[in-house]
């Protein structure tokens, strides 16, 4: 499990775009922001990502560095990159089983008939500051909620105006 206010583990991935995100390079004004997201199967990940997606404005001007990361295979990835309407939100894919459990997701299978891949994570949300060091973390064990991306907002404004300490950081 991950603790509030110690380092993140690294992670680097390829995108979408024929770029790759680096977390380590990331240098936003408050929070990077990693939304994992459970892959092109998953019509309620598509939704929130289109959410995030149309607020891209109101989320990047609060220095937040958005991107959504799923286990999904470069072929699969872009084809959430090319139907979802995620705007200029970073897709980030090819992410490992490995990996995902360093990060404390939550793993399923593929359910027989579906079209879930073998393996993949489950949706999490996480804020990065700066220094590497986690602030916040929200992970699930299943599709069905998400934050409420205009809450998470407002969380964030709080945070900064009144430097508002991590929490859970006795875990």
């Avoid at 220095?63 to 979802?84: L, Q, T, Y």
């Avoid at 205009?150 to 875990?171: I, Q, S, W």
Wanted: aromatic share 10%; charged share 25%.
């Amino acid at each position: 499990m991950l603790k509030p206010n110690q380092t993140v583990p690294t992670l680097e991935l390829p995108l979408t775009i024929d770029a790759r995100f680096s977390l380590a390079d990331q240098t936003p004004h408050t929070f990077t922001m990693l939304v994992f997201y459970r892959g092109k199967h998953c019509p309620i990940c598509k939704k929130y990502l289109t959410e995030i997606g149309s607020k891209l404005g109101v989320i990047t001007k609060r220095g937040i560095n958005p991107f959504a990361i799923s286990m999904d295979s470069p072929e699969r990835a872009a084809v959430s990159h090319e139907e979802w309407e995620t705007g200029d939100l970073p897709l980030a894919h090819s992410l490992t089983e490995d990996t995902a459990r360093e990060w404390g997701l939550y793993i399923s299978s593929g359910r027989e008939g579906s079209e879930e891949p073998d393996v993949f994570s489950e949706p999490a949300l996480f804020l990065i500051r700066p220094d590497g060091t986690l602030f916040f973390a929200q992970t699930q064990s299943a599709p069905f909620t998400r934050p409420s991306i205009d809450d998470l907002m407002d969380a964030v404004d709080f945070v900064v105006e009144k430097d508002y300490p991590a929490r859970g950081n006795l875990t």
